[in-house]
């Protein structure tokens, strides 16, 4: 590991102007490549106490042995050869999207004497117009078996043209009408690059001018009654309208614009991008980047920008851009922009209206596939085990745990403080077993305790099946601590399982907190880790190691040691931990978010029995709000249908004793709302639950 003191430039000698600059290693390869208004106030940022530097910040420039620079006139001439060093040098430590050449594409030669409709991939080639990308090659084939009744053009191989000129015979194509056979002399070349040009026009967007000019001769061949040419041209405008319907309008006003959006974590990046042409979705691409440096989402987007446009001129650069967040500085990239399309190009991020919606659904689309690409790298077997070993090596534990249990602790500003525990085995999220707690040990806001809380309730529960099953032996009763609700889930199955008789009870109930992890693992840095071994020694338990994830630089923290472990980026043990803990992090702040809507759903009427939902419908219905049913006298209580003098009296009593709380405050609007849902106050402990449930069925669950 270098030093970056030992090759820092000597004061004065970066200039203070643009320019690019090059890390390179012990090897002289470039490891970094990087742009910047003032060289001299970017490259002094890396040359810092490391300890202030990001992780990966850190390890770039540990691993880098040189930097050297070039500069440039403007930042416009930065992003480009920025853009141009990054596609020779393929730094290990620069964004690298996998890229989208195995995109296919609608191409049409029309650099050929008898231009051809076919599917292409790779990197594009002069003279051939491009339509797309698509998604899948039989979406592009769909959509040219559609297009070729009206435009019947070339698409055979050149093999095959050649051919069918030498025997004077046209392929099946040619037979059955869906290709104009100019390899047989059937038209001229002149009409078929005609026939060519009217299929791109039509592929870029002007369909309502041959539409009509279709229909206008369907009508005079039905006039001179030439049904049959009235009836194919029907056939060709159907076919025409149905290619039409597989790209949906999008935008009314016919705009021409790319639209990208970028789904992140911490570690990896996932983009979307939507090719808007005439108002209708064109083509769609996306990948998925690990985010190998520090970086911003406007970063992001830039180096897709350059990704999508570093190779493209004219058309193919659309006249507006619409991203989730402006590159930094915004003005450099745009001008780039406008000097690749040779006219002026529009970045900027949409704000409202149908383009903000579309924008909404491109992020969707970008969220969903950042999803499925953990998914799927979750899902293999190998990937797990190896992810079970590496954490096991990282933490210096004996064998892979197959059993990892994640604590979280979720609230809003002190109050509703609740926490999860979610169960993964072998790597997959055991949702059956997953638990959910409500802090009762004091009021307020103290993570730390709160996880020494809920470690040492989880665990005492633990000892005390052991316990009562003769499982384990120890002198002191544990105290028996309610369960946990569970959340309803689909087991997944896991490798290692238990004895059955272990995890259930004689009535084939499985038991709560029978199955001890080996890896306890907390959301949160030293302090929470100490506070959860704490519990774990209090309690006698030394055989469950613990460790936590700091989010922040996703620092692995063990007990009793002062400096955390970094697992590498690219480690699958640190992907595993960081999506336990993702999950965790779910599942505390969905129930947080619960606890707090029914608070503020809450009312005194709550609180007299007998009095269901419907009959408190009919009393805020009657009298309008809770104020007017408190003024109200038990006789006019009465009038209300389905109450009884008895309940009206109880109904009395239970709102004097309670104590009118403050207007309602929608907490999205800041609104303040009608009292005909006035929130009523909670009495008891601190985050004691209303539960609605029959006693036989809160009986022994933690909230």
């Known amino acids: 590991m270098a030093d970056p003191s030992s090759y820092r430039p000597r004061p004065g000698?970066?200039?203070?102007?643009?320019?690019?600059?090059?890390?390179?290693?012990?090897?002289?390869?470039?490891?970094?490549?990087?742009?910047?208004?003032?060289?001299?106030?970017?490259?002094?940022?890396?040359?810092?106490?490391?300890?202030?530097?990001?992780?990966?910040?850190?390890?770039?420039?540990?691993?880098?042995?040189?930097?050297?620079?070039?500069?440039?006139?403007?930042?416009?001439?930065?992003?480009?050869?920025?853009?141009?060093?990054?596609?020779?040098?393929?730094?290990?430590?620069?964004?690298?999207?996998?890229?989208?050449?195995?995109?296919?594409?609608?191409?049409?030669?029309?650099?050929?004497?008898?231009?051809?409709?076919?599917?292409?991939?790779?990197?594009?080639?002069?003279?051939?117009?491009?339509?797309?990308?698509?998604?899948?090659?039989?979406?592009?084939?769909?959509?040219?078996?559609?297009?070729?009744?009206?435009?019947?053009?070339?698409?055979?191989?050149?093999?095959?043209?050649?051919n069918a000129a030498r025997t004077g015979r046209p392929c099946l194509l040619g037979y059955i009408g869906k290709c104009s056979a100019p390899c047989v002399e059937r038209i001229s070349p002149e009409d078929h690059r005609e026939l060519a040009e009217e299929f791109c026009d039509f592929m870029a967007g002007r369909t309502g001018?041959?539409?009509?000019?279709?229909?206008?001769?369907?009508?005079?061949?039905?006039?001179?009654?030439?049904?049959?040419?009235?009836?194919?041209?029907?056939?060709?405008?159907?076919?025409?309208?149905?290619?039409?319907?597989?790209?949906?309008?999008?935008?009314?006003?016919?705009?021409?614009?790319?639209?990208?959006?970028?789904?992140?974590?911490?570690?990896?990046?996932?983009?979307?991008?939507?090719?808007?042409?005439?108002?209708?979705?064109?083509?769609?691409?996306?990948?998925?980047?690990?985010?190998?440096?520090?970086?911003?989402?406007?970063?992001?987007?830039?180096?897709?920008?350059?990704?999508?446009?570093?190779?493209?001129?004219?058309?193919?650069?659309?006249?507006?851009?619409?991203?989730?967040?402006?590159p930094d500085p915004v003005d450099p990239v745009q001008e780039w922009l406008t000097g690749r399309r040779g006219s002026n190009v529009s970045l900027r991020v949409p704000q409202r209206g149908d383009k903000k919606a579309l924008m909404e659904t491109v992020q969707r689309n970008a969220q969903q596939a950042l999803v499925l690409h953990k998914t799927k790298r979750a899902s293999d077997l190998t990937t797990r085990s190896r992810a079970l070993e590496e954490i096991s090596d990282a933490l210096g534990l004996d064998s892979a745990?197959?059993?990892?249990?994640?604590?979280?602790?979720?609230?809003?500003?002190?109050?509703?403080?609740?926490?999860?525990?979610?169960?993964?085995?072998?790597?997959?999220?055991?949702?059956?077993?997953?638990r959910r707690f409500q802090i009762k040990g004091f009021a307020g806001q103290d993570d730390v305790r709160s996880m020494h809380e809920v470690i040492t309730r989880r665990f005492r529960r633990y000892l005390a099946e052991k316990e009562r099953t003769g499982e384990w032996a120890d002198g002191e009763e544990p105290g028996?601590?309610?369960?946990?609700?569970?959340?309803?889930?689909?087991?997944?199955?896991?490798?290692?399982?238990?004895?059955?008789?272990?995890?259930?009870?004689?009535?084939?109930?499985?038991?709560?907190?029978?199955?001890?992890?080996?890896?306890?693992?907390?959301?949160?840095?030293?302090?929470?880790?100490?506070?959860?071994?704490?519990a774990l020694d209090e309690l006698g338990i030394d055989d469950i190691a613990v460790c936590g994830l700091a989010k922040r630089l996703e620092e692995v923290w063990l007990p009793g040691d002062d400096d955390p472990v970094v697992l590498p980026r690219t480690s699958e043990g640190l992907y595993l931990l960081q999506r336990i803990r993702d999950e965790a992090h779910r599942f505390a702040i969905t129930y947080q978010r619960t606890k707090r809507a029914k608070r503020f759903r809450s009312s005194p009427l709550d609180d007299v029995p007998g009095l269901g939902e419907t009959r408190k419908q009919a009393l805020i219905k009657h009298f309008g709000s809770l104020k007017r049913l408190r003024s109200a006298t038990i006789e006019q209580i009465c009038d209300v249908p389905g109450i009884g003098r008895k309940t009206a009296e109880t109904i009395v009593a239970a709102l004097a004793q309670a104590v009118p709380g403050g207007p309602a405050v929608n907490t999205a609007t800041g609104e303040i709302m009608d009292d005909t849902e006035e929130p009523g106050q909670q009495t008891g402990s601190p985050g004691e639950p209303v539960s609605t449930g029959a006693p036989d069925e809160r009986r022994g669950q933690e909230r």
């Open 13 to 162: 000698e970066i200039p203070d102007s643009p320019g690019v600059y090059r890390f390179r290693d012990e090897h002289r390869r470039v490891i970094y490549v990087g742009k910047a208004k003032s060289l001299r106030q970017r490259l002094a940022n890396y040359f810092q106490d490391l300890a202030g530097l990001h992780p990966r910040t850190r390890s770039m420039v540990t691993t880098a042995a040189s930097v050297e620079w070039t500069v440039v006139s403007t930042e416009v001439e930065a992003l480009q050869l920025e853009y141009s060093w990054i596609k020779e040098y393929d730094p290990r430590f620069n964004v690298k999207y996998r890229d989208d050449k195995s995109y296919p594409y609608l191409a049409v030669t029309m650099n050929e004497e008898f231009p051809r409709v076919q599917v292409m991939r790779g990197h594009k080639k002069k003279g051939v117009r491009y339509f797309g990308p698509y998604a899948h090659a039989w979406a592009i084939r769909d959509t040219v078996d559609l297009m070729l009744r009206v435009f019947p053009v070339r698409t055979c191989s050149a093999g095959v043209f050649k």
């Open 480 to 534: 028996a601590e309610p369960g946990a609700q569970e959340d309803p889930g689909t087991a997944s199955v896991g490798l290692a399982e238990p004895p059955a008789s272990t995890l259930t009870e004689d009535d084939g109930r499985p038991k709560r907190f029978a199955y001890p992890p080996q890896l306890v693992v907390v959301d949160g840095g030293a302090p929470q880790v100490a506070a959860a071994q704490r």
């Open 401 to 434: 745990p197959l059993r990892i249990e994640c604590y979280d602790i979720s609230h809003l500003q002190g109050d509703d403080v609740v926490a999860s525990m979610v169960v993964f085995e072998d790597g997959l999220a055991r949702k059956s077993e997953y």
């Open 209 to 326: 001018t041959y539409l009509r000019r279709l229909e206008r001769r369907m009508a005079e061949a039905a006039e001179e009654m030439e049904y049959e040419r009235a009836a194919r041209l029907r056939d060709d405008i159907g076919a025409l309208k149905k290619a039409m319907e597989k790209n949906a309008v999008v935008l009314a006003d016919a705009t021409d614009a790319d639209l990208i959006a970028v789904a992140e974590d911490e570690l990896e990046a996932a983009v979307q991008i939507f090719h808007v042409r005439g108002g209708r979705v064109r083509g769609q691409r996306g990948w998925v980047t690990d985010k190998v440096e520090e970086i911003t989402t406007g970063a992001l987007v830039e180096h897709a920008l350059q990704q999508l446009y570093g190779e493209e001129t004219g058309d193919a650069v659309p006249r507006e851009v619409l991203v989730p967040a402006l």
